[in-house]
């Protein structure tokens, strides 16, 4: 039974791969870009997660979408000593409409009859956070504390045959993310900035569902910067980073040891860095996963005449199969990656991709199939972007 449920990002498709990965048959997508969990909150480790943005908890199941039993159903929620507020203070309700009909205005209205309850039995303020689209957004959940305990968001999700309401008890830490991006002293646009949440995604499909046990070590045999390197350091892997050029590595160098001042709790994991072409390079000792952004080829601004494409296509395609044969026999069989490799918008939801997907088998290697998405529907991309990232999960055969 669904326990918990996870607001799925930009780009649903990923977070319900990135969920299915770690917590297998428990997940089970809804509707609305959400996923239900068979989990208690508590059990899920929503700092890890990329590509959910906000975690909660179900307190009731509404078998319609009627709005009178919706706000019946609300109110004895809030009445109810179950509904933990804080002993004193501040106190800023929120309500989100994930598919349920509801207009903004309805939601600052029953907002308002909430809180009126709530102030019976709460000595402090009570505000409400007012909706002018049906679902806070995260920023908003964030800064207004919803999801500690001077706070309370409730989502009213409709998953088709009834609603589901819940608590969220957790969302993306927005300014930790901007932090881990922008603060750190080496960032290079040339190499592309991978954002931490897509690492995140990437480490996580990686590791697949055995997540817990240290020490692991990651390798990204692309590190340029360190993205990878540095989110995974913090979900508490060990890591190994080679990369072609020196300067990428005194970047990922300068990066690790940036992250590792400021974190105390990171004394335990270790790193390591060398140059290595990741088409000849032998990596010692061996590595648990694999998680990386691979080589992209050369960046377009604008989708390119045919014969450049097919040119870059085929010189990144040649690159990525050596590394592919090369790594291959230095790995024990069974072993996971999550690379991610270019694949080009040519139009509109349109990709050309690499021509290597197709003999993934005979380079000696499985991919991995997802009950809840179509393996090949893993792309991140933004709408106006040619070089989409293709999110490859694969075993050694
Ligand atoms: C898209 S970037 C990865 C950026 C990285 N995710 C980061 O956090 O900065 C690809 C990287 O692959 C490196 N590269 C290109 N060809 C390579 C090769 N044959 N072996 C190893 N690294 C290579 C480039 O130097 C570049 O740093």
């Not at 049906?134 to 989502?155: C, D, I, R």
């Not at 969220?168 to 603060?183: E, F, G, H, K």
Request: contains cysteine.
């Amino acid at each position: 039974m669904i326990q918990s449920v996870c607001i799925l990002g930009r780009q649903p498709v990923l977070g319900l791969a990135e969920l299915e990965s770690l917590y297998g048959p428990l997940v089970q997508a809804t509707a609305h870009g959400v996923a239900g969990i068979g989990l208690p909150a508590d059990a899920i480790d929503f700092a890890r997660l990329g590509g959910s943005t906000k975690l909660a908890t179900i307190l009731a199941t509404v078998t319609s979408s009627n709005q009178k039993q919706i706000e019946k159903a609300l109110l004895g929620i809030v009445r109810s000593p179950a509904f933990l507020l804080p002993k004193s203070g501040k106190f800023h309700l929120g309500l989100s409409s994930i598919g349920v009909d509801m207009s903004p205005a309805k939601l600052n209205a029953l907002g308002l009859t909430l809180k009126k309850v709530i102030r019976t039995r709460h000595d402090g303020s009570v505000r409400t956070v007012p909706n002018t689209t049906p679902e806070l957004s995260t920023a908003q959940v964030f800064h207004s504390h919803l999801a500690n305990e001077n706070g309370a968001e409730l989502l009213l999700i409709n998953t088709g045959q009834q609603t589901i309401i819940a608590r969220t008890v957790a969302v993306q830490d927005i300014d930790s993310y901007t932090l881990r991006d922008r603060a750190r002293p080496k960032r290079d646009a040339r190499v592309g900035m991978l954002p931490p949440k897509l690492a995140q995604t990437i480490i996580n499909l990686a590791v697949g569902s055995n997540p817990g046990q240290t020490p692991l070590t990651i390798l990204d045999p692309f590190c340029g910067t360190g993205v990878v390197l540095q989110e995974a350091l913090l979900m508490g892997y060990n890591v190994y980073g080679t990369d072609l050029e020196p300067r990428m590595i005194a970047y990922s160098q300068a990066n690790l040891e940036w992250l590792s001042a400021q974190n105390l709790k990171l004394e335990h994991e270790t790193w390591k860095i060398e140059v290595g072409d990741a088409t000849t390079h032998r990596w010692e000792p061996r590595p648990t996963f694999i998680a990386g952004e691979t080589y992209l080829g050369r960046p377009f601004t604008e989708v390119p005449d045919r014969a450049t494409l097919e040119q870059t296509v085929s010189d990144v395609n040649a690159i990525l199969t050596k590394f592919l044969r090369n790594i291959r026999p230095q790995l024990t069989p069974g072993t996971r990656l999550c690379l991610a490799m270019p694949a080009w918008q040519t139009r509109p939801n349109t990709f050309r991709r690499l021509p290597l997907l197709d003999s993934l088998e005979k380079i000696g290697y499985n991919r991995v199939e997802f009950e809840r998405v179509s393996s090949d529907r893993l792309l991140y991309y933004r709408e106006d972007q040619i070089v989409a990232r293709e999110l490859l999960v694969l075993t050694v055969k």
